[in-house]
């Protein structure tokens, strides 16, 4: 077990947002986390990353309790990717040299560069390393902050909808990126994602979240039309297509 | 070491570093040039020998007191507070998110010309007399000095107070910070409405902002602030980069946001309100030098900081020195020869960066 999260509970002061969750995520685990708009599932990612303090309830990431560590640790173990991306005027390689951040004293050493320059060729960014990433497209973007997230060799990897501005290949190129690291590096990814066939494609565990808490979790088991219509109240087909399930709304 | 480092980096990125480093080192030596011409222009009289002896202690007793009592105090203000005003806006532009953020954004210069005014009118600081280069001096400079200190420095406390009570939203402290500075202007005009002309006279031109106030303590004083504050800022330069690209971004690169956030305006309010006390208001710099800088060599800290100084340095250096020359033997207001001289260059940065662009 990587990640264990127990009974978490989170409210703004207008309102309740997460209700006791818990679950606990594996080495090599791509975990999707689904449900409707609001229903806490970045929430539920900033507490994780101790953005957010939750008001009770445990997270521990390979054993040390995330409360108890500053965001400088808790950065050094989780890598943390924002929905909103804000791009200032840096070139993709000083974007991606700030994952090393966490692990940074006064300057970058010679393994921080050369971690930077391995996931720069990892993720094909190498064409376009100088430019600056206020001139980006939206996917090349996206991959640079992913890069950001992996500079920081994380253990657990939390990626808010990574996929919402992309295009079809470049939403595969994101997801495969993802799923070869988690493996590769024994690591794990917990991704929040709209996308429900794009989630079956790409992560092997699921949580469906309701009212701020945990509906359903599991593997493709959980992938039924009475769950899914219980929690996007959208009544849904799910046929099996080359052994995995579709999800067809009627 | 540093060879090794240099393999595992694309040669165009050493390049493009190499280049903001060049840039910077440039600007220093410019400043070092401007330095010399500075203690050279003046009313009095002095050739480059003589100054070059004096500096090493052999000049005549005339040079000594020029260039020793007068001329360097005024020069290394000019350095020391043109770096720290700049470093100070381009850590608040930071800090704050908002690119018209300056060292006065939190009403410190309202607080410190009201400081003043009270000083000269209710402390009794300003009993005036004329002389033939200034056209009114402030009898007891101490008080004023500190009650300028002391009232702008009071601004930035009740905006942290309220950050630490409310939490730190940058827009909150912007809008708060008009809504001091406002409060003090107020505060200010009633003052003159009550003061003596000589009196309205004395606090217009302590807000003119004038370098030939500082004395060698004073000197001292700013040095060994602004030293401080920049280590601090260089420490957190990579934090700074973190914070451009977004606050939960920030966060979840583990840096402490908020804590960042008050120490930094605490450090850019202290070294700014203390070159304000000493010296008077000089506008512009800190808001502009730090674009500026931003404009040649982007928005990198590791960079932008250092940068920031030397721009800062620069631009009240010579604006300085302008001021000192255009009409000799009369000094002109320096912040009014900043915005002046710095203005179209930043217009003109603006305008070639734009059309580069298309």
């Given at each position: 077990m990587i990640l264990s999260v127990n009974n978490v509970d989170f409210r703004y002061p207008s309102h309740n947002v997460l209700k006791n969750v818990k679950f606990e995520v594996e080495r090599g685990d791509c975990l999707a986390i689904l449900g409707t708009n609001?229903?806490?599932?970045?929430?539920?990612?900033?507490?994780?990353n101790k953005i957010l303090r939750p008001q009770q309830g445990v997270i521990t990431v390979e054993k040390d309790e995330i409360s108890k560590l500053s965001l400088r640790k808790v950065a050094q173990k989780i890598g943390y990717v924002s929905q909103r991306q804000e791009s200032g005027r840096?070139?993709?390689?000083?974007?991606?040299?700030?994952?090393?951040?966490?692990?940074?004293?006064?300057?970058?050493?010679?393994?921080?560069m050369a971690i930077v320059n391995h996931i720069i060729k990892m993720l094909g960014l190498e064409s376009f390393s100088l430019r600056y990433i206020d001139e980006l497209s939206g996917g090349e973007l996206q991959k640079v902050v992913i890069a950001r997230a992996l500079a920081q060799e994380p253990r657990v990897l939390l990626l808010d909808e990574p996929t919402s501005n992309l295009d079809l290949k470049n939403q595969l190129d994101v997801l495969n990126i993802i799923q070869n690291v988690v493996r590769e590096q024994q690591i794990a990814a917990i991704v929040t994602m709209h996308d429900l066939n794009l989630a079956i494609r790409f992560a092997d565990k699921f949580i469906f979240l309701?009212?701020?808490?945990?509906?359903?979790?599991?593997?493709?088991?959980?992938?039924?039309?009475?769950?899914?219509?219980?929690?996007?109240?959208?009544?849904?087909?799910?046929?099996?297509?080359?052994?995995?399930?579709?999800?067809?709304p009627l | 070491m540093k060879t090794k480092i240099a393999q595992e980096?694309?040669?165009?990125?050493?390049?493009?570093?190499?280049?903001?480093?060049?840039t910077i080192v440039f600007l220093a030596l410019l400043t070092c040039v401007l330095v010399v011409l500075a203690i050279n222009a003046g009313s009095a009289e002095l050739n480059p020998i003589q100054i070059i002896m004096t500096l090493l202690g052999k000049g005549d007793e005339n040079s000594r007191v020029v260039i020793w009592n007068i001329r360097l105090p005024?020069?290394?203000?000019?350095?020391?507070?043109?770096?720290?005003?700049?470093?100070?806006?381009c850590v608040m532009q930071n800090i704050l998110r908002n690119p018209l953020a300056s060292p006065f954004t939190l009403g410190i210069s309202q607080g410190?010309?009201?400081?003043?005014?009270?000083?000269?009118?209710v402390l009794g600081a300003g009993s005036m007399q004329s002389r033939a280069a200034d056209a009114v001096i402030i009898s007891n400079p101490y008080i004023v000095t500190i009650s300028a200190f002391t009232c702008s420095m009071a601004a930035t406390m009740v905006i942290?107070?309220?950050?630490?009570?409310?939490?730190?939203?940058?827009?909150?402290?912007?809008l708060a910070g008009v809504a001091l500075g406002s409060l003090f202007s107020a505060a200010t005009t009633i003052i003159q409405y009550f003061a003596h002309d000589v009196q309205i006279a004395a606090i217009v031109f302590w807000t003119f902002g004038d370098l030939g106030?500082?004395?060698?303590?004073?000197?001292?004083?700013?040095?060994?602030?602004?030293?401080?504050?920049?280590?601090?800022?260089?420490?957190?330069?990579w934090d700074y980069n973190a914070l451009d690209s977004g606050e939960e971004t920030a966060k979840g690169l583990g840096v402490e946001v908020d804590k960042l956030r008050l120490i930094g305006m605490t450090l850019s309010s202290l070294i700014t309100s203390v070159a304000v006390a000493f010296m008077g208001i000089i506008g512009f710099i800190g808001l502009v030098a730090p674009h500026m800088m931003r404009r040649i060599i982007g928005g990198d800290h590791r960079f932008l900081i250092p940068g920031a100084t030397v721009m800062g340095s620069l631009l009240l250096l010579a604006a300085d020195t302008l001021a000192r020359t255009m009409v000799k033997p009369l000094t002109l207001p320096v912040g009014a020869i900043t915005s002046f001289m710095g203005a179209p260059l930043f217009l003109y940065l603006l305008l070639s960066r734009e059309a580069k662009k298309r």
């Open positions: 609001g229903v806490g599932k970045s929430t539920l990612l900033k507490c994780i840096f070139t993709v390689f000083d974007a991606v040299i700030l994952g090393r951040k966490p692990h940074i004293t006064w300057d970058v050493t010679e393994r921080d309701k009212k701020g808490t945990i509906f359903a979790a599991g593997g493709f088991e959980i992938i039924t039309p009475e769950i899914i219509e219980e929690v996007y109240a959208v009544p849904v087909a799910v046929e099996s297509f080359r052994a995995i399930p579709v999800v067809v | 980096i694309p040669e165009g990125y050493l390049k493009y570093t190499g280049r903001k480093t060049a005024r020069i290394l203000a000019a350095i020391i507070a043109g770096a720290s005003l700049s470093v100070a806006g410190a010309a009201f400081g003043a005014a009270l000083a000269i009118v942290l107070a309220l950050a630490k009570h409310v939490g730190a939203k940058p827009e909150a402290m912007v106030r500082v004395t060698w303590n004073n000197v001292n004083i700013m040095f060994f602030l602004t030293i401080t504050a920049l280590l601090y800022f260089m420490l957190h330069r």
